[in-house]
C-alpha cells in the first residue's frame, strides 16, 4: 500500500518484447566515428519533431504499426548531467544502431534545466558515435535517433509535472495495446524517492510494463540502505526496480560464468586445493578531479569496493547456479556473500594521495582539491583482505585493493595457483618460487584480456626456464568494437534480464560485510597512510600482502 492507504496496482509480467533478444546485439566489424559534426549539428533542425499547420506536434509513432505492437517510452531524469551525456544517451544511440530496440521507442530527457527539444539533442549530439560499415549512414543513423529525443523540463518533487510527463508520453503511445516505460534514474540520491513516487503514482505505464533503473550509491552504511528500499517500495516492486552496477556490465566481467561454467579446465582448479590467493585490483591514475565534495562524503570503499569489487569476488566464487536465469545466479552470490566473514580491521589499509612534482609538474594532492575539507581523514585507497568460510574457499585470501591517483589504469581479476609439490625444476628459480608460480589473469581495462602464466623452456640447448603467457588479446582476436557497458545493461534492462543487477537481500549482504568497518574506521578517526601522485599506494598495501605469504601481482606484467 502506498502512504495514503490505497491498495498499488501491480504491474503487468515484466515479458520481453519477443524481437528484444541480445543475440540481435551481436557486434560486428567496425570503425569507431565521431558525429559531432558541423554538417550534423545543422542538421539537427531536420531530426526535430514535424509540427502540424496548427502548432501541435506530431509523434513519432509509425502508422504502419499495428495497435498490438508494443511501444517502448524511455526517460532519463536528470538529463542535463554528465553522466547522461557521455554513457546513457550514446548507448541508447548505438542500440539503436545495432537494431536492438523496438521499432517504435522515443527518449525523454527530464531534469530542471530551461532547454528546448533543440538545444537538447544539441547537447547530447557531440558525445554520439557510429559503427560505420558499408550499408549503413552515419549522419542519417544520428537524425533518425534524434528525432525520436524530446525534452521534458520538471521539478523532481512535483507530481504535476510527471503528470504531465505522463500526458506526453501517452501521446507518442497513440493508445497502444502494450505501452511500455523505462526511467533511468540518473540524478542524486537524495532525490531516489521523490522520482519513485512520481514515476509509481503518475507516470507508470497502463497498459505494459514499467522499469526503473536505480545508479549508486544505494546508501551509505546498511540502515540508510534499508530505508532507500523501504521508500521505494512504497511506490515500486522489487521486480520493477533495476539496480545497477555497471560494472557487471563490462565484458570480461560478463564472460566470468562462460569461461568457469562451459570450460572443463578450469572448474576442477577453481577451489582452495589448487588457488592460493585471488586478488581484484581496480585502479586510476586520476584524483577526484572537482569532484572532492561528492566522493568525501562516501570514500574509496564505499565508491569502489562495497560495490563493483565485492560483486567480482561474488561472481567469481559462486557455486554453479541451477540454472542461468537472474534469480538462480543472484542466489548464488548472495550465498558467496553471507558466507564472508565480517572485515577485521587488521585486514585493512587506507591511503590518502598526497601531491607530488614528476617533471616540473605538479600534482596536487586529494586536500588540495578546494572542495575537500582541510582536515578530511577519507581514503582514496583501500586494499582489505576478504575470507570466505565455505568448503570451496576456506583458507583462500581474497585480496582486493582500489585506489585513486596512482600509477595506472587497471581493473584485473589475478588468480594465483599453489606451488608445484615437489617441483624438480625448483633449482632453476633460485629461493623465490613466487617466480614460478601459475597465474591466470582477467583484464577487465584496459585493453580487454584473459591471459595464463606457465612455465616453459627457452629454446636451445640446455634447460633454461622462462615464463611465458598463453594470451587472448580480445581486440586482436575479435575484430570488433566492444560495446560498452552500459548498452548491454540498458538491453537486459528492456529485455526484463535482471541477471547482472543486484537484488535487495544482495545488497543487504554486502552492507553487513562492510558497515562495521566503515563504523570502525569512522568512529576511531583512522588516519590514512599517505601516498604520492602517481605512485603504487602506500607501502602498507605490501605488508598486508605479505602477511598472508603473497605478493600483489602484475607489476612485472
Not at 286 to 304: A, E, K, L, Q
Not at 472 to 490: F, G, K, N, S, W
Not at 552 to 557: I, K
Amino acid at each position: 500500500r502506498n502512504r495514503k492507504g490505497e491498495r498499488k496496482r501491480r504491474s503487468p509480467p515484466q515479458k520481453a518484447h519477443a524481437t528484444m533478444k541480445r543475440a540481435c546485439c551481436a557486434p560486428r566489424a567496425r570503425v569507431p566515428r565521431s558525429c559531432g559534426t558541423e554538417k550534423a549539428k545543422k542538421n539537427v533542425l531536420k531530426a526535430r519533431r514535424a509540427v502540424s499547420t496548427d502548432g501541435a506536434e506530431q509523434t513519432a509513432v509509425e502508422p504502419t504499426l499495428p495497435p498490438t505492437a508494443s511501444v517502448l517510452s524511455i526517460v532519463v531524469f536528470g538529463a542535463s548531467g554528465d553522466l547522461a551525456k557521455k554513457k546513457i544517451f550514446p548507448s541508447l544511440f548505438a542500440l539503436y544502431y545495432e537494431g536492438c530496440l523496438p521499432q517504435q521507442f522515443t527518449v525523454f530527457g527530464f531534469a530542471r534545466s530551461d532547454m528546448s527539444d533543440e538545444d537538447f539533442r544539441l547537447s547530447i549530439l557531440g558525445n554520439l558515435s557510429c559503427r560505420v560499415d558499408a550499408r549503413e549512414n552515419c549522419e542519417e543513423k544520428v537524425e533518425a535517433f534524434l528525432s525520436r529525443c524530446f525534452y521534458h523540463r520538471g521539478k523532481y518533487d512535483q507530481d504535476e509535472d510527471f503528470a504531465s510527463l505522463s500526458e506526453t508520453m501517452s501521446t507518442h503511445e497513440q493508445g497502444r495495446e502494450n505501452a511500455n516505460r523505462l526511467f533511468y534514474m540518473s540524478i542524486p540520491p537524495t532525490v531516489f524517492v521523490d522520482v519513485a513516487r512520481g514515476v509509481g503514482s503518475q507516470a507508470a505505464s497502463k497498459t505494459g510494463w514499467t522499469r526503473v533503473i536505480v545508479e549508486k550509491p544505494f546508501g551509505r552504511d546498511l540502515e540508510s540502505s534499508k530505508e532507500l528500499s523501504r521508500c521505494l517500495y512504497e511506490y515500486l516492486e522489487e521486480e520493477q526496480i533495476y539496480r545497477i552496477d555497471h560494472y557487471l556490465g563490462k565484458e570480461l566481467i560478463d564472460n566470468l560464468l562462460v569461461m568457469r561454467f562451459s570450460n572443463l579446465i578450469f572448474e576442477p582448479l577453481w577451489s582452495r586445493q589448487f588457488i592460493r590467493n585471488v586478488q581484484i585490483v581496480f585502479s586510476e591514475p586520476f584524483g577526484t578531479d572537482g569532484r572532492g565534495g561528492y566522493f568525501d562524503n562516501y570514500g574509496i570503499i564505499r565508491d569502489i569496493m562495497q560495490n563493483h569489487l565485492l560483486q567480482i569476488v561474488a561472481l567469481f566464487a559462486m557455486e554453479p547456479p541451477v540454472s542461468l536465469s537472474a534469480e538462480d545466479v543472484r542466489n548464488e552470490k548472495v550465498k558467496v556473500l553471507r558466507s564472508m566473514q565480517n572485515i577485521s580491521i587488521e585486514d585493512v589499509v587506507i591511503g590518502q594521495y598526497k601531491s607530488r612534482t614528476v617533471g616540473g609538474r605538479q600534482y596536487p594532492g586529494y586536500l588540495d582539491d578546494p572542495t575537500v575539507p582541510d582536515d578530511s581523514i577519507t581514503p582514496t585507497f583501500a586494499a582489505v583482505a576478504l575470507h570466505i568460510n565455505n568448503a570451496r574457499w576456506d583458507g583462500v585470501p581474497f585480496l582486493m585493493k582500489a585506489g585513486k591517483a596512482l600509477d595506472r589504469r587497471l581493473a584485473e581479476i589475478r588468480v594465483q595457483f599453489r606451488h608445484v609439490p615437489g617441483n624438480m625444476y625448483r633449482s632453476k628459480f633460485g629461493t623465490d618460487l613466487d617466480e614460478a608460480r601459475n597465474e591466470l589473469v582477467i583484464r577487465v581495462q584496459p585493453d580487454e584480456a584473459i591471459y595464463m602464466k606457465i612455465n616453459n623452456k627457452v629454446p636451445g640447448l640446455g634447460v633454461r626456464l622462462d615464463q611465458s603467457k598463453l594470451d587472448l588479446q580480445y581486440r586482436q582476436r575479435y575484430d570488433r568494437e566492444l560495446p560498452d557497458a552500459y548498452e548491454r545493461l540498458i538491453l537486459d534492462v528492456v529485455n526484463g534480464d535482471k541477471r547482472l543487477f543486484i537484488r535487495n537481500d544482495e545488497l543487504m549482504a554486502a552492507w553487513e560485510r562492510f558497515d562495521p568497518l566503515l563504523a570502525s574506521l569512522e568512529e576511531d578517526r583512522v588516519i590514512p597512510e599517505l601516498y604520492p601522485f602517481g605512485s603504487r599506494g602506500p607501502i602498507g598495501a605490501h605488508y598486508l600482502a605479505s602477511k598472508y605469504g603473497v605478493r600483489w601481482g602484475g607489476q612485472e606484467d
